[in-house]
């Protein structure tokens, strides 16, 4: 009970967190450009706190989970009329200012990645490990390298299997395969490949006796045994310390793009889209993803709240409609006719957006209920 408690606190300072930075993002913009803030409210539903300071409200709502600015202009429903002329109405404003606004929002969230990404990369020593199938990868800003951490070692035979039939050790190290001495555990898989269909010498030692092993490769390339990587894949900024954070901003992009690339592949060749679907997730994925993660300590937690600001970024910048890529895109769209759009077509593009947002915010969430042992697995 202690657990779902200190999770439900941690989920809610995360989204809290996530939230005033997008919005103190849109605020400090419109102050900029001297559009009139009616209120900066965290949370929704009745107010708890309020303060009014310099013609703005600063309240705290009694939902904690996500907030908003107003902004006069920006929906104004029952007194538009009236502050249509006001000098603080961002609609009086400049285009280029009103897209400034809008992308406050994803751009705070942004640099918030960038500055806890610096914080993390320099507590881990600039080298962040990444998963061995990125070991082809090109970083902006870093080096990609290899770290061994131990012998190329396999941990079970497979009964009935080539290597069994050759009496090896039920667990060893593999010292060569012919005269190819090896380092990397991956290596194996490479050499055997040019080997099918035939016998190979292999050195093993198991404990400190080493003895060679002559054993047959199967057509498809294998052996019969169960290989564990003996290396770790490194992305180091040692370099490129001072701009490390906004690197690996642009990393992690290429990263998430390269991963559901792939995904997005392999689910069309076999036709099973479970796994791609399975990476959209929503609050009841984030709750396990705090719940699994809170275990290794602040460094690691507030790097998957980066993460997550990342993610509230890339989403915020869809062109949405409701979301504020949707808002810059009507802007951008505006300036080219160089006429607004009617105000009654826009709210209802703006609105109808919105409710279809909705909806599909509450199928995912209800998709995460359902698979909700599968989220669990994920992070057990």
């Given at each position: 009970?202690?657990?779902?408690?200190?999770?439900?606190?941690?989920?809610?300072?995360?989204?809290?967190?996530?939230?005033?930075?997008?919005?103190?993002?849109?605020?400090?913009?419109?102050?900029?450009?001297?559009?009139?803030?009616?209120?900066?409210?965290?949370?929704?539903?009745?107010?708890?706190?309020?303060?009014?300071?310099?013609?703005?409200?600063?309240?705290?709502?009694?939902?904690?989970?996500?907030?908003?600015?107003?902004?006069?202009?920006?929906?104004?429903?029952?007194?538009?009329?009236?502050?249509?002329?006001?000098?603080?109405?961002?609609?009086?404003?400049?285009?280029?200012?009103?897209?400034?606004?809008?992308?406050?929002?994803?751009?705070?969230?942004?640099?918030?990645?960038?500055?806890?990404?610096?914080?993390?990369?320099?507590?881990?020593?600039?080298?962040?490990?990444?998963?061995?199938?990125?070991?082809?990868?090109n970083p902006v800003?870093?080096?990609?390298?290899?770290?061994?951490?131990?012998?190329?070692?396999?941990?079970?035979v497979v009964d009935?299997?080539?290597?069994?039939?050759?009496?090896?050790?039920?667990?060893?190290?593999?010292?060569?395969?012919?005269?190819?001495?090896?380092?990397?555990?991956?290596?194996?898989?490479?050499?055997?490949?040019?080997?099918?269909?035939?016998?190979v010498n292999m050195?093993?030692?198991?404990?400190?006796?080493?003895?060679?092993?002559?054993?047959?490769?199967?057509?498809?390339?294998?052996?019969?045994?169960?290989?564990?990587?003996?290396?770790?894949?490194?992305?180091?900024?040692?370099?490129?310390?001072?701009?490390?954070?906004?690197?690996?901003?642009?990393?992690?992009?290429?990263?998430?793009?390269?991963?559901?690339?792939?995904?997005?592949?392999?689910?069309?060749?076999?036709?099973?889209?479970?796994?791609?679907?399975?990476?959209?997730?929503?609050?009841?994925?984030?709750?396990?993803?705090?719940?699994?993660?809170?275990?290794?300590?602040?460094?690691?937690?507030?790097?998957?709240?980066?993460?997550?600001?990342?993610?509230?970024?890339?989403?915020?910048?869809?062109?949405?409609?409701?979301?504020?890529?949707?808002?810059?895109?009507?802007?951008?769209?505006?300036?080219?006719?160089?006429?607004?759009?009617?105000?009654?077509?826009?709210?209802?593009?703006?609105?109808?957006?919105?409710?279809?947002?909705?909806?599909?915010?509450?199928?995912?969430?209800?998709?995460?209920?359902?698979?909700?042992?599968?989220?669990?697995?994920?992070?057990?």
């Open positions: 009970m202690l657990s779902i408690i200190l999770n439900v606190l941690l989920f809610i300072l995360v989204i809290g967190v996530l939230t005033f930075v997008h919005e103190l993002g849109h605020f400090l913009v419109a102050k900029a450009i001297k559009a009139k803030v009616y209120e900066f409210a965290l949370g929704f539903g009745p107010k708890l706190l309020k303060k009014k300071y310099k013609g703005t409200e600063y309240s705290i709502r009694m939902l904690p989970l996500g907030g908003f600015v107003k902004i006069m202009g920006d929906g104004d429903p029952g007194k538009y009329e009236e502050v249509k002329k006001d000098p603080g109405n961002l609609n009086n404003k400049p285009k280029i200012a009103q897209v400034a606004v809008m992308l406050a929002g994803v751009t705070m969230n942004i640099l918030f990645c960038v500055v806890v990404y610096f914080i993390v990369i320099a507590s881990m020593g600039w080298k962040i490990p990444l998963s061995n199938d990125f070991d082809g990868f800003g870093g080096t990609i390298s290899r770290e061994i951490v131990g012998g190329v070692e396999y941990s079970e009935g299997g080539n290597a069994q039939k050759a009496n090896i050790p039920v667990k060893g190290e593999i010292k060569s395969i012919g005269e190819v001495e090896l380092k990397y555990s991956d290596e194996i898989k490479d050499v055997l490949a040019k080997n099918k269909g035939e016998s050195n093993i030692c198991e404990e400190d006796v080493c003895k060679d092993y002559k054993v047959d490769v199967s057509e498809e390339g294998t052996i019969g045994i169960s290989l564990s990587s003996n290396y770790y894949v490194i992305l180091s900024y040692e370099n490129n310390k001072a701009f490390s954070g906004f690197a690996h901003v642009i990393n992690t992009l290429f990263l998430i793009s390269d991963r559901l690339g792939d995904m997005f592949k392999e689910a069309k060749q076999t036709g099973d889209y479970s796994d791609l679907s399975n990476s959209v997730s929503g609050p009841v994925g984030i709750y396990f993803l705090i719940d699994y993660f809170k275990q290794f300590g602040f460094i690691t937690f507030v790097s998957i709240m980066a993460d997550l600001s990342l993610s509230l970024a890339i989403i915020n910048i869809l062109p949405i409609p409701a979301l504020d890529g949707g808002r810059v895109l009507i802007l951008v769209i505006e300036g080219i006719l160089r006429k607004d759009l009617n105000e009654k077509v826009e709210s209802l593009i703006i609105n109808t957006s919105f409710i279809l947002l909705m909806i599909l915010v509450l199928f995912i969430m209800v998709k995460d209920i359902i698979n909700i042992d599968n989220i669990k697995s994920m992070f057990s």
